[in-house]
C-alpha cells in the first residue's frame, strides 16, 4: 500500500473530518460574534424600549389622579333665585361671580369647622381652589334647581400648583418666584390634608372632560378629542377600506398589463412615502378653500387622513391577494366559474386575513398623526361639550388626540406637560388595542396550504 502511494504521487490524508482547521475555527468565531452582536443589538432595542415605556409611565400616571378639596356649600336663594320661582332663565342670568362669595363662605366655614388656624384671608384661601369652581358649582345649580335653599356637599379642584405640590412636582423652595402659592397657603394645604378636607384621587374627568384654558389646567381633559378621533377613524374607515380594496382587486386582477398601469403602480408606491404634512396642505387646498367644508371639523380630518391612508391599504391589499396560490385561482376557473366569481368567491376570502391586518395596521398610523391636522387647524378650538348627534361630531369643530397631545406640550404651565404625558398613554392603549386586533384577526383567519 505504500508503494502504491508513492508511485502513484497521491497525497495521504493529514487529519479527520472531526477535527477543525484554523479557517473552520475562523469562520465559527464570525459566526459566534455575529450572534452575539445580534444579541446585543436587540437588548439596546429593548432597554430603549423599557426606558421609554417607563418614561410614559413615570410621568403621565399623575394626569390620572387629581387633587380635590371637599367642603359644603349652601346654596342661598337669597344670592341665586331672588324671586323663589325658580324660573331658570332667571337662574341662567347669575353669572360665576354671583356663586363666588358661595365658595368664600363655605370654605371659610370648613376652615372654622376643622379647628384649623390660618392668617389667610378669605379671598387668598380660595385661591388654592381651581377657576372652574365657580362654573362647576353654577352648572350643578343649572341642572338642579330645585337643590336651590339646601346645603350640599361638593368636590372642588385644587389649583395646578397645589396639585403638584401634592405630587411632588412643586415643592417650598420651587415657590420662591411663584406668584399663583405661597407658603401660607401651603401651610393650609398642610392642615387640610390632615383633617381630611384635601386629598388626591382618580381623575375620571381627565378621561371623559374636554379641554380647558391655560387657566385652568387641573380641568382640562381628552374625551372630547377622543370622540374627535373616533368619528375621523369612522371616516378612514368607510371611506378608505372600500376604495382601497377595490382599487387593489382592480390592479391586481383585472387591469392590463401596460404603460398606464405601471404608472398608477409606480404613484402609488410613491404616495406612500409622502410625508403627511403634504395631504395636510392638499386637505387646506381643496376640502377647506375650494369646497368650503367646516373647518377643524373630524370630516375633514378623516377625508384627509383618508388619501393619507389609501397607498398603505392598497399596498397590503394587493400584497395579499398575490399570496393566494395561484392553483386556487386556476381550479375556480377550472370548473367553469368567471373570472369575477373566482376573485369574489375563492381568492378575496382567502386574502381577508391580510387585507384586515393592512387595514388595521392604516387606521393605526392615522389615529397617531398630528402634522395633517395641524394644517386644518384641529388644534385651534377647544370643544367644551360631547357631540350629540353624528352630525354633530362630524361637522362640529373638535381637536383629535395626537393634536390635543401636541396642544399640551407646548403650553407653559407643568399640569399640561403632565396630561400631555397622560394623552400619550391613552393613545398607546388604543394602538396597541388596534395593533392587537389585527395579530388576532390574522391568526382567526389565516389559511395554510
Known amino acids: 500500500m505504500t508503494d502504491a502511494t508513492q508511485n502513484t504521487g497521491a497525497v495521504a490524508p493529514q487529519g479527520s473530518l472531526h477535527t477543525l482547521d484554523a479557517?473552520?475555527?475562523?469562520?465559527?468565531?464570525?459566526?459566534?460574534?455575529?450572534?452575539?452582536y445580534g444579541m446585543i443589538a436587540i437588548g439596546i432595542g429593548l432597554l430603549m424600549l423599557v426606558t421609554l415605556l417607563y418614561t410614559i409611565l413615570s410621568k403621565g400616571t399623575g394626569a390620572f389622579t387629581q387633587t380635590f378639596v371637599s367642603m359644603e356649600v349652601?346654596?342661598?336663594?337669597?344670592?341665586?333665585?331672588?324671586?323663589?320661582?325658580?324660573?331658570?332663565?332667571?337662574?341662567?342670568?347669575?353669572?360665576?361671580f354671583?356663586?363666588?362669595?358661595?365658595?368664600?363662605?363655605?370654605?371659610?366655614?370648613?376652615?372654622?369647622?376643622?379647628?384649623?388656624?390660618?392668617?389667610?384671608?378669605?379671598?387668598?384661601?380660595t385661591k388654592i381652589l381651581s377657576k372652574s369652581a365657580a362654573?362647576?358649582?353654577?352648572?350643578?345649580?343649572?341642572?338642579?334647581?330645585?337643590k336651590i335653599g339646601q346645603t350640599i356637599e361638593f368636590r372642588f379642584l385644587?389649583?395646578?400648583?397645589?396639585?403638584?405640590?401634592?405630587?411632588?412636582?412643586?415643592?417650598?423652595?420651587s415657590i420662591a418666584n411663584d406668584k399663583n402659592i405661597t407658603p401660607a397657603q401651603l401651610d393650609l394645604v398642610d392642615q387640610l390634608i390632615e383633617v381630611g378636607a384635601l386629598k388626591k384621587t382618580f381623575n375620571i374627568d381627565f378621561i371623559i372632560g374636554a379641554d380647558a384654558s391655560d387657566q385652568r389646567p387641573e380641568a382640562a381633559g381628552?374625551?372630547?378629542?377622543?370622540?374627535?378621533?373616533?368619528f375621523m377613524m369612522l371616516v378612514v374607515l368607510v371611506l378608505a377600506l372600500p376604495i382601497g380594496v377595490a382599487a387593489s382587486i382592480y390592479l391586481e386582477e383585472f387591469a392590463p398589463k401596460n404603460w398606464i398601469t405601471d404608472i398608477i403602480e409606480v404613484n402609488i408606491s410613491n404616495l406612500a412615502a409622502v410625508p403627511?404634512?403634504?395631504?395636510?396642505?392638499?386637505?387646506?387646498?381643496?376640502?377647506i378653500n375650494y369646497m368650503h367644508l367646516p373647518q377643524s371639523a373630524p370630516l375633514v380630518g378623516g377625508l384627509v387622513l383618508t388619501l393619507m391612508t389609501l397607498p398603505t391599504i392598497i399596498i397590503s391589499t394587493r400584497a395579499a391577494l398575490k399570496a393566494v396560490p395561484p392553483s386556487i385561482r386556476d381550479a375556480a376557473l377550472g370548473v367553469g366559474a368567471s373570472k369575477m366569481q373566482a376573485v369574489f368567491h375563492h381568492v378575496l376570502p382567502l386574502a381577508a386575513p391580510g387585507i384586515l391586518t393592512g387595514t388595521i395596521i392604516g387606521l393605526a398610523q392615522a389615529l397617531g398623526e398630528t402634522a395633517p391636522l395641524l394644517l386644518i387647524g384641529m388644534i385651534g378650538f377647544i370643544a367644551s361639550n360631547m357631540p350629540e348627534t353624528v352630525g354633530e361630531g362630524l361637522l362640529s369643530p373638535n381637536s383629535a388626540m395626537p393634536a390635543q397631545i401636541y396642544e399640551w406640550a407646548k403650553r407653559a404651565d407643568p399640569a399640561f406637560y403632565e396630561r400631555a404625558?397622560?394623552?400619550?398613554?391613552?393613545?398607546?392603549?388604543?394602538?396597541?388595542?388596534?395593533?392587537?386586533?389585527a395579530v388576532l384577526l390574522r391568526r382567526r383567519f389565516e389559511r395554510r396550504w
Open 74 to 96: 349652601e346654596l342661598l336663594e337669597s344670592k341665586l333665585d331672588k324671586s323663589g320661582e325658580r324660573d331658570l332663565e332667571k337662574i341662567k342670568k347669575v353669572t360665576t
Open 222 to 230: 381628552i374625551g372630547v378629542a377622543m370622540v374627535g378621533s373616533f
Open 158 to 173: 385644587a389649583n395646578s400648583r397645589v396639585d403638584g405640590y401634592m405630587k411632588g412636582r412643586v415643592t417650598r423652595d
Open 23 to 36: 479557517r473552520t475555527k475562523r469562520r465559527n468565531a464570525a459566526e459566534g460574534r455575529f450572534k452575539l
Open 98 to 125: 354671583g356663586y363666588a362669595p358661595l365658595i368664600k363662605s363655605a370654605f371659610e366655614k370648613t376652615v372654622e369647622a376643622n379647628g384649623i388656624e390660618t392668617d389667610l384671608k378669605s379671598k387668598d384661601m
Open 276 to 287: 403627511s404634512i403634504v395631504f395636510g396642505i392638499l386637505g387646506l387646498a381643496v376640502f
Open 421 to 437: 404625558w397622560g394623552g400619550i398613554i391613552i393613545l398607546l392603549i388604543f394602538l396597541i388595542s388596534m395593533n392587537t386586533l
Open 135 to 146: 362654573s362647576q358649582l353654577r352648572n350643578y345649580v343649572i341642572a338642579n334647581p330645585d
